[in-house]
């Protein structure tokens, strides 16, 4: 009976209030385990776009040659040119000229507008593959208008006449 009376004194001085405190411990650690596990998450997403931001450097350099960031005429120049000299056809004149840029909403820059005057000369399929090409060249064009007229008395070749527009970023 004293072993009996003994284990109640034990239990009801000793264990019980312990009791209440390793409940409490048990669910601090069950909600700093949930804590740790959404911070593990959270780190997991954080390093992620850590990675893509740290990637975005290529991204803008990428970037800027599809739709430059600033008025860069010469870039454009030099794209209708290789693209013309790389399908066979003569340049015969180019010239330039700034539009109206068009503004922009809230944060996002206004579009610029290069407007060039081309004349090529040359075969039909060269022509062709010239237009394929400028379809899929890395800079942003649009053909505004397109005139095709036979050459003068002696020449094989056909005269093209385009208007096409390259886009930019607008300060």
């Known amino acids: 009976m004293v072993l009996l009376a003994a284990a109640v004194f034990v239990y009801t ?3 019980k209030p312990i009791y209440a405190e390793i ?4 669910d ?3 909600t700093l385990n949930q804590t740790l596990n959404n911070y593990e998450g959270l780190n997991a997403k954080f390093q992620e776009i850590f ?8 991204l803008e350099k990428q970037l ?6 600033k ?3 010469a870039y454009a120049v030099s794209q209708i040119s290789g693209i013309a ?6 340049l015969m004149s180019l010239s330039t000229r700034q539009l109206a840029i068009k503004p922009g909403t809230n944060s996002v820059k206004g579009i610029g507008t290069l407007r060039m005057e081309i004349k090529l000369a040359g075969e039909y399929t ?3 593959n010239f237009i394929k090409d400028m379809e899929s060249n890395i800079m942003i064009s649009e053909l505004v208008s397109l005139r095709i007229e036979k050459q003068k008395v002696g020449k094989s070749s056909i005269l093209y006449t385009l208007t096409t527009d390259a886009f930019y970023q607008a300060e």
């Open 51 to 58: 990675a893509q931001y740290q990637n975005l450097g290529d």
């Open 13 to 15: 001085y000793m264990i």
């Open 85 to 90: 000299g790389k399908n066979k056809l003569e």
């Open 71 to 73: 008025l860069d005429a």
């Open 23 to 26: 409940s409490g411990l048990r």
């Open 126 to 128: 060269d022509f062709q």
């Open 28 to 30: 601090k650690s069950a």
């Open 64 to 69: 800027s040659m599809i739709f430059p960031s």
